[in-house]
């Protein structure tokens, strides 16, 4: 994809479904009693990879205009083949939990970039819970569930991640007695809202989440809010051009979720939301943002956790601050589709940009000039998304190539941009 420089962005958008609440929402409807219809499901390949492995479990899925109706069932069938998860590690970690509780054996799969990422941190509890799961070379995919009876536990996850979260919350449904998990740090709680909205009792003190076995599902009728990581690139976009007006209707505002905007308001930018509503106890709101002058800012701690996906878009454009930004306590991101710390470094470097990478993080000066370059985006969908913004605001044009990983999780990305660019 060839990028050409812009002078602003402008207008208004309404972005596809919410990645993380389609995948729960699915696999949730999977086990769940009656036909679930969720209008605005995510358009992109990673919560496919989602609908295929419910359709291989015996759930039946249909797709038109839009919106997805599953019908589950409590009790799956043996898929005949490997699931194949694409590059989706929510699907085979949050999917695993599930998988656990089933009467059968079964395989997952994914691509070349999913093999190389660690499943340890899921297989621990859901052994200790009383499902056989094994790995390729330890904890890589494939994996092997032999699933069955399972017993409570109480768990504290090692790393703060909400996918190993869910995949104890889901085996717990199915499990005798109850199910505690504690986390280090607050994640994102789309699995508990889910779980509520689909007729399930949990509790929750602090950071433990305490889950009942045994309960029954109802199926829902949702719309799933806009997809705020989506929505980062948009706002960091208009965030550094001098005479922005963006609006992002119907965009998801979950308190785990936004503090994009925390960080986009202490760097200078001027936010504004309306019309808040809430979806089965999901914040949903219209997002208005505009330039201002941008100082600078240090992300680390529980605010990394909670920005882990938008983190690549929020390191690009530190070059157009005044003091730069700086990341810590992020070395996650060396273990997602790519080591997105040593590529962010990588690829600002190549545009001239001063920075310095560290093990957990990056630091990137302010009041830096970028040029346009060929982009590395390993075949990672957020560095291939976070570097055409940061191409907006180069001099000349860049070209990002790897640019249709982005389907990944966002296939009408480089369209609806384009749609706001102003050149």
Known sequence: MIVRPAKNILGSLRLPGDKSISHRYAMLAGIAHGVTRLAKFSTGADCASTLSCLRQLGCTVRSENGAVEIEGSPHWRQPAESLDCGNSGSTMRMLSGFLAGQDFECHLHGDTSLSRRPMGRVMAPLRLMGAEITGAEGDRPPLHIRGGKLRAIEYTTPVASAQVKSAVLFAGLLADGETTVEEPVK????TEQALRAFGAELSRQRNRMTICGGQKLQAIEAAVPGDISSGAFFLCAAAIFPE???VLEDLLLNPTRASVLDVLTMLGARISVINLDNRHGELVGTVKVEHGTLKGATIQGAQSVALID???VLAVIGPYTRDG???RDAKELRVKESDRIALVVKNLRAMGAECEEREDGL???GQQKLHGVEIDSGGDHRIAMAFTVAALGAEGESTINGAESARISFPEFFE????????
């Open 244 to 246: 922005s007006n963006l």
């Open 363 to 365: 630091r990137i000066a």
């Open 325 to 327: 930004i700086e990341i």
């Open 310 to 312: 938008e983190l690549p």
């Open 416 to 423: 609806m941009l384009e749609g706001v660019v102003e050149r």
């Open 187 to 190: 994640t994102r709680d789309h």
